[in-house]
């Protein structure tokens, strides 16, 4: 308990406040270091290279190991989407304070991400920029980069924008 209180905690450099936030998504998000999302990976790519044929398959289906990897596999598919939304609002929650409006000109929260990590503290880079018309729409970049020239937001520590969030 300790631990986790202490890694929790920080304090505002702006106020001196006490902060108690998590300063890593990796203290929050667990599922992408976990045991299980490497067994169920290892095991889907086993699987793959081992086609079967209908014959091998005998006795009812919920016994069959492949389908018992499919229906775990599913339910990690709700973990990981569960991961995503926490690691989403986590970002929103930091980034919010350089750009406020980004969170309302990118709703998709994996679009969001991206677009959080490749403009970083640096708002400029939403013009002309190779790498955001690889998952945002032109129309959207259009308004990003409109909109991040005109937004009135801080810039935020480095620690915020790139190891808290991406590198955990």
Not at 92 to 112: A, T
Request: charged share 25%.
């Amino acid at each position: 308990m300790n631990l986790i209180i202490r890694n929790l905690v920080s304090i505002s450099p702006l106020t001196d406040d006490i902060i108690i936030a998590p300063a890593s998504v990796r203290q929050i998000c667990h599922l992408y270091d976990s045991e299980q999302l490497q067994r169920v990976l290892t095991q889907i790519e086993e699987t793959n290279l081992k086609p079967r044929k209908a014959e091998d398959i005998l006795g009812p289906v919920e016994a069959d190991p492949e389908y018992q990897l499919i229906v775990e596999a599913n339910s990690l598919a709700v973990d990981i989407d569960n991961e995503i939304n926490t690691i989403h609002k986590f970002t929103k929650d930091k980034y919010n304070k350089r750009f406020p409006e980004l969170e309302s000109l990118v709703p998709s929260p994996l679009e969001y991400l991206r677009t959080c990590k490749e403009l970083g503290n640096d708002l400029d880079k939403a013009k002309n920029n190779p790498i955001l018309p690889t998952f945002l729409t032109q129309a959207t970049i259009m308004v990003v980069s409109v909109t991040a020239s005109t937004t009135h937001g801080l810039v935020i520590p480095i620690l915020i924008t790139e190891a808290s969030v991406w590198d955990g």
